[in-house]
């Protein structure tokens, strides 16, 4: 019996890897034979752009055009075919999803798969076929104007994430375009700095989430970053596109270029770039259209090359536009507005809650100051980058009206003007940091007489904006005199921070009891921030970067790195990014990695692991006992760090390996594993051109952010 169950298994596992071996090969025979078909300039006419978010088909072969679209937040409006003015649509109103570090800030992997299965089938119902997202470059440095839309200062924390977001957009046979690949950590000099990065970063940093997209997520496409990495374009550098993703990683999609992020014909074409897009015509002098097609008869670039190119394109649209049951998709749909509220009520950080006025006890409260220009503002669009045109978006005073309306006498104060615009000049938008005292005095007078004041400020979508950085890292629009004011005559003061990055917050913490971080959250925002105030979601965020005192502590300022000299930004720190650095350095951070408070207490308890040692092929289980002690439910982000006291090599203090968001009722408790292969203790040995996991003692350190270690183990590998 047991022989014929093993035969069942065996014939099932192998039947399966036979038959996929069989479409794939079919995949492959059917694509060549389409090749042989075609002429070389309707091959080279697939390789560029021929409008603003296509590239060519080849319509007596049923091929047809490839379609994309921004991006990360949602479907963008549809644009003119040749320009970036608005087509004026009626159909287009999209979902705004929540900010890339929102959704790094919920440290839960199902939230990164529901939001790509409503990009994708928002995606379909555009009929768009590449989804220019998600973008997870490394957080680097605090000022970049991407945080916002990037995910983390971890690569295990942004790969974990990446993967799910690639399989939720590609579940609806729409391809996810990961980017920006790689080292694209700035938006300073971004189309002409030059990163040098070591190899051992490379690989153990900035690497990670991108193979983990392809390698897990099974990404389809991939965008080259604008930069140079190590003296070459990063669509043009072979050691990029050629050694590590194609034939180290196995990649089979297709690389794309950022718009006009193409320098040259031959170096791009022989060096791994696929398909050359970019901003305006005309698209027949393009690097990859008439020059190409010239390179080739000259014999520079081969027609093999051309035919791998060609057959990657074909490939990914045998996934997508050409696959068998192609979804139709939907857009904006309750369902869809539903997981953009479940992202952003995860997403929101309890920073400060001393003396609990969280949750609001609406009982007890007659009247609410609602202060801020973000109470009123929206997010989905403002500033360069992609927006989307959302059917709808709740703003922060809405959501509260809606929540607390009913009992409650809620009024509203500017506060302060948000006179600021990217594409002004600095000259032009002079003044913007300055507070308006009259705006001031009638948010005063308003907080004086009101129970509760809610104080809405922090950054918008023109201050955080792709196309260029932040100057500091101070609240703009003279916010902090605006806080300071409401806060001395209202000590029912709740401070809350709308923004996509780090700011500096240190008078904020110093002198108010009670911050909350909100993001650029969607059209959901509003309701999702209320519900949090009022308690019916208990916060369970957690920061997916460090908020440093200063920006000197920040690496790349106290190196001196950013924004490099000469248009070079020499990387200096290495491994060391984020919490890596503040941990090892003994810098003391303003608010760490991972740290996010909750309206419960949990306690752990019993950490250990199924062995003490184990072998370099091995996987460790770590167990531990997890209880909510508190009277509410809620969820809290457990985090398994791993240390290596004794290497050959520097390596930093602790790097997270592992992490679960647990949810938990009232007095309940769970035991929980933890699972983490021993390879993956593993630091990049530059001098093998390997990965090495050495032998040795190494310690386990779990807690609730990377300055909370609660329990700690040690393991040894043989």
């Not at 959704?103 to 839960?108: G, L």
């Not at 057959?311 to 068998?324: D, F, K, P, Q």
């Not at 419960?600 to 003490?612: G, P």
């Not at 530059?686 to 090495?692: D, L, Q």
Request: some cysteine; aromatic content about 10%; glycine content about 6%.
């Amino acid at each position: 019996m047991k022989y014929t169950i093993a035969c069942i298994i065996v014939l099932f596992l192998f039947g399966k890897v036979s038959a996929q071996s069989k479409s794939e090969a079919a995949l492959k025979a059917k694509i060549s034979s389409i090749i042989r078909k075609m002429t070389l300039e309707e091959k080279i006419a697939m390789l560029h752009g021929n409008a603003l978010f296509s590239s060519a088909g080849v319509p007596r072969l049923g091929i047809p055009e490839l379609t994309c679209d921004d991006g990360p937040l949602g479907v963008r409006e549809e644009i003119k075919r040749f320009d970036w003015a608005s087509a004026n649509w009626t159909t287009d109103s999209a979902t705004f999803l929540p900010n890339g570090s929102a959704i790094a800030a919920t440290w839960n992997p199902l939230m990164a798969n529901k939001y790509g299965v409503v990009i994708g089938e928002e995606a379909n119902a555009r009929k768009k076929i590449v989804m220019l997202a998600p973008a997870f470059n490394i957080c680097r440095m605090p000022l970049c104007g991407r945080t916002y839309e990037y995910y983390s200062e971890d690569p295990y924390l942004n790969g974990q994430l990446a993967i799910q977001s690639v399989k939720g957009i590609q579940s609806q046979h729409v391809a996810a375009c990961i980017k920006h690949f790689a080292a694209n950590n700035q938006e300073l000099n971004r189309d002409s700095v030059n990163t040098l990065v070591d190899e051992r970063a490379l690989r153990e940093i900035y690497f990670p989430a991108f193979k983990a997209a392809i390698q897990q997520g099974n990404a389809y496409t991939i965008m080259s970053a604008y930069n140079k990495l190590n003296g070459y374009w990063c669509s043009e550098n072979d050691f990029l596109l050629n050694k590590v993703l194609k034939n180290e990683w196995g990649f089979k999609g297709v690389v794309m270029s950022d718009w006009a992020g193409t320098h040259h014909t031959v170096a791009a074409a022989n060096n791994g770039l696929d398909i050359e897009m970019g901003s305006s015509g005309p698209y027949d002098q393009w690097y990859f259209a008439k020059p190409l097609l010239a390179a080739v008869k000259a014999g520079q670039v081969s027609v093999k090359n051309i035919d791998d190119k060609v057959s990657r394109i074909l490939w990914l649209m045998y996934h997508t536009s050409m696959s068998a049951n192609h979804p139709k998709g939907t857009i904006a749909t309750p369902e869809h507005a539903k997981t953009a509220y479940e992202i952003a009520s995860e997403s929101i950080v309890l920073l400060k809650n001393d003396s609990h006025l969280l949750p609001l006890k609406t009982s007890a409260i007659k009247s609410i100051a609602v202060i801020g220009d973000n109470a009123v503002r929206t997010f989905a669009l403002g500033g360069y980058g992609a927006g989307v045109k959302a059917k709808y978006e709740v703003t922060a005073l809405a959501g509260i009206k809606s929540r607390f309306g009913k009992t409650t006498s809620i009024s509203f104060a500017q506060g302060y003007k948000a006179n600021y615009l990217a594409s002004k000049t600095d000259e032009q938008n002079r003044g913007y940091d300055k507070p308006d005292q009259s705006l001031i005095d009638e948010a005063v007078a308003l907080a004086k007489k009101s129970d509760v004041a809610i104080l809405c400020v922090g950054s918008n979508r023109e201050y955080e904006s792709e196309g260029h950085d932040r100057k500091s890292l101070e609240l703009p629009f003279g916010e902090q005199a605006l806080v300071n004011a409401v806060s001395a005559v209202n000590p029912n003061t709740i401070i809350v921070i709308m923004a996509g990055a780090p700011y500096d917050l240190n008078e904020i913490k110093k002198s108010n009891h009670t911050i909350v971080w909100s993001w650029f959250n969607g059209s959901e925002a509003g309701n999702a921030l209320a519900d949090v105030l009022k308690g019916v979601i208990n916060p369970s965020g957690k920061l997916p970067f460090t908020f440093p005192v200063s920006l000197h502590d920040s690496p790349a300022f106290n190196l001196d790195t950013y924004p490099g000299k000469g248009l070079t930004a020499d990387y200096k720190e290495g491994i060391l990014v984020g919490y890596r650095w503040y941990d090892t350095k003994k810098i003391e951070p303003q608010f760490a990695f991972g740290y996010g408070l909750s309206y419960t207490d949990f306690s752990f308890s019993k950490l250990s692991t199924d062995k003490s040692s184990y072998k370099k092929d091995e996987t460790i289980h770590a167990k531990f006992t997890i209880k909510n002690k508190g009277s509410r439910s809620g969820a809290e982000v457990v985090q398994l760090y791993v240390s290596d006291p004794v290497c050959s090599v520097f390596r930093p203090e602790k790097e997270l390996k592992a992490f679960e968001k647990i949810f938990l009722k009232p007095g309940e408790s769970k035991t929980i594993e933890m699972q983490v292969k021993v390879a993956d203790l593993a630091f990049y040995d530059e001098s093998k051109k390997a990965w090495n996991a050495e032998a040795g003692e190494y310690i386990l350190d779990l807690g609730n952010s990377s300055r909370n270690i609660i329990l700690k183990t040690k393991i040894a590998v043989k």
